[in-house]
């Protein structure tokens, strides 16, 4: 009698074992397949504080659509503004955001090696007047591709056309290096649609 009870326990178990695998199983055959996801599902914004611009964000302007390869922050003292690589057009641009007194500050930049310039002095560039407006130096961290070392000291030197609507910049990123010359044409975020930068991947 002893024998045959153990004998149906097992058996018992093993047909319990057997109906929750079965169940387990069938319940997860009529899951439904999780739904694909839209890559541009970061909604279209004109938003343009560091967690909607940065390597992977798309800026389109003018018809084009450019898409952040790096971003540069700059520091001197409180103050803090940034400045993105763009690729997408016939050449790279640079795009600074700064916040000054509350007013946003865009303004796209491109790389003029043609002009053999230093700073000091009134300059005139492409029939343009600039007058300097600032000069300073600011520590740097960068993120992505801007061909710039992780992090430094860098000096600048701002110049403004008389209504700045249009801008001359000298950068240079180490005392040794020789003054990069940028010209600049201000925009306004109504001119802009931004994708932003999708979520860093969890490390």
Known sequence: MGTFLIVLAIVLIVAA????????????????????????????????????????????????????????TLRQGPFVWHEHLLE????PIWFSVEEDEGRLELVMWV?????????????TVDGES???TERGSASYTTEGTTGLPAGGEMD????????ETAFLGFERWAPNMPWEVSVGKKVVPG?????????????
């Open 17 to 72: 074992v057997i109906v929750f695998v079965v169940a387990l199983r069938r319940s997860r055959e009529s899951k439904p397949p999780a739904a694909r996801q839209d890559p541009l599902r970061f909604a279209a914004t004109t938003t343009f504080g560091p967690q909607q611009l940065g390597p992977g964000a798309i800026v389109s302007h003018g018809g084009i659509d450019h898409v952040v390869r790096g971003s540069v």
């Open 88 to 91: 997408g057009g016939a050449e």
């Open 111 to 123: 790389r003029r090696n043609d002009l053999q310039l230093q700073p000091g002095g009134a300059h």
């Open 130 to 132: 600039f007058h300097e």
């Open 156 to 163: 600048f030197v701002d110049y403004a056309n008389s209504d």
């Open 191 to 203: 001119e802009l649609t931004v994708y932003p930068a999708p979520p860093p991947s969890p490390a």
